[in-house]
């Protein structure tokens, strides 16, 4: 672990200024987090998994679709729901937050030789595996 948060600190100040920059607060960010995670979704049930109440969740909503980050699309079989979903414009903010040290990363990375390269690749796999085996959905972690 004192491995990967050395890692992770390498980058804290390009974190920061991507978080200043975009000018979204953490719940809003955990809000557009869960929308990409799950796909469109309503209110209720955003407000769900992020465990915040429904009047909550409205002015947050409509902040994020003010910036252009999230769009409200009636529901064409009933008109009592209405989806959230992401914009091409969170889109790129999501492609750029990935992308960020990227290349420094991949230039470390490069200056490994080819067999600690594979290895590496091989244990990132790994652990992302049991990352994912010991996931427990989110549905069943929230409770109404």
């Not at 491995?3 to 953490?26: H, K």
């Not at 049930?45 to 252009?68: K, S, Y």
């Not at 992401?86 to 490069?110: C, E, N, V, Y």
């Amino acid at each position: 672990m004192s491995a990967f948060g050395r890692q992770r600190a390498a980058f804290a100040d390009e974190t920061a200024t991507f978080f200043m920059d975009v000018e979204l607060t953490m719940a809003q960010f955990r809000a557009l987090v869960t929308i990409r995670r799950w796909g469109r979704q309503t209110g209720r049930e955003l407000a769900r998994r992020l465990r915040v109440t429904p009047g909550t969740l409205v002015p947050m909503v409509d902040r994020l679709e003010e910036q252009g980050y999230v769009r409200r699309v009636p529901d064409r079989d009933d008109r009592r729901v209405t989806w959230l979903e992401l914009t091409p414009k969170a889109d790129r903010l999501f492609q750029r937050m990935w992308s960020m040290g990227a290349a420094r990363i991949g230039a470390a990375i490069l200056k490994l030789v080819p067999k600690d390269r594979a290895e590496l690749r091989r244990l990132l796999i790994r652990v992302a595996e049991h990352l994912e085996a010991s996931a427990e959905p989110l549905e069943k972690k929230v409770t109404v």
